[in-house]
Each structure stands twice: as C-alpha cells, then as structure tokens.
C-alpha cells in the first residue's frame, strides 16, 4: 500500500485526557515518553483505518511553533504508510492552529522524517517556547536530534 492510499482512509480522532491509557501503552511499548501524557495543554489524536485502531500522534502548540511528538504506529500496520499520513494529518491541524513551523526531537527516526521534510537543526535554533517544554528540557535525551520543518 502507498502512503497516499492510507492516507485516503486515514481518520484522526481527538483524544480526551481520560483516554489517553491507550496511547501511553502504544509509546512505552516502543520506548517513547510518556511521564507528560496526561498534562492538559497537549493534543493527541488516535488514528484510525478503517475502523481498527492504527496509531497515535501529537502537538504541542506554542504561538506560531509547534512540538510535533508522539507518533506512533501499531505494528500490524507499520511500514503501510500510516506513520506518514499521521505526520501529514499533525502537520495540518499545526497549519490550522496557525503555527509557521513543526520542530521535532528524535533518537531513531532522523532519516524517516527527512525524507518528509524535515531538516536538522542546531538546538541554539529551536524557540524557547519548544525549548522550555518537557519534552525537549527533560524527557527527551540530550543526544536526541533537532528537527524542524517549515510550514510556510
């Protein structure tokens, strides 16, 4: 399957603070962080495919940046494309927020995400709203890249 055709059949549903056990299982599965799940100021969506549940993802959204984190795919379906719609579908509800820029932190994904745009930054770069949240002060090793992609 390519990524467009999952992407066709893609559906994000908002998740609510008391539904998040599921998405917190999904990340320390794969060893992502999740100590700032349930703090009321981040979006997270689970993403479905025709009706069966495929993955989640993230922002956090501060002025005209956003924190792209927390994707993640089940693994029944990883390498289907479902991880790029996820970032596309996280890209667009950035862009209606009206954020200008999409910055990351990644251990294992560099490549992955350059291929969907994203370039590697110094993290003197990084805005000190993205800077100051716990993913990129605590949660997120210090050896982690920097990412960040454009909008407009």
């Given at each position: 399957m390519t990524g467009n055709a999952a992407a066709t059949?893609?559906?994000?549903?908002?998740l609510a603070t008391w539904e998040r056990d599921g998405l917190k299982a999904a990340l320390a599965k794969v060893?992502?962080?999740v100590d700032d799940v349930d703090e009321p100021d981040r979006l997270f969506w689970r993403f479905e495919r025709d009706d069966m549940p495929v993955g989640f993802g993230g922002i956090e959204v501060h002025g005209p940046d956003a924190l792209l984190r927390s994707v993640v795919t089940l693994p029944p379906v990883r390498r289907t494309g479902i991880?790029?719609?996820?970032?596309?579908?996280?890209?667009?509800?950035?862009?209606?927020?009206?954020?200008?820029?999409?910055?990351?932190l990644t251990t294992t994904s560099t490549g992955f995400?350059?291929?969907?745009?994203?370039?590697?930054?110094?993290?003197?770069?990084v805005p000190d709203a993205i800077r100051a949240t716990r993913q990129f002060?605590?949660?997120?090793?210090a050896s982690a890249t920097a990412m960040v992609k454009r909008l407009a």
């Open positions: 059949r893609l559906v994000g549903l908002p060893g992502l962080p991880a790029r719609a996820i970032v596309a579908a996280l890209e667009t509800e950035a862009t209606i927020a009206g954020c200008r820029a999409v910055w990351l995400f350059a291929k969907l745009g994203y370039g590697i930054c110094d993290r003197a770069e002060a605590a949660l997120c090793p």
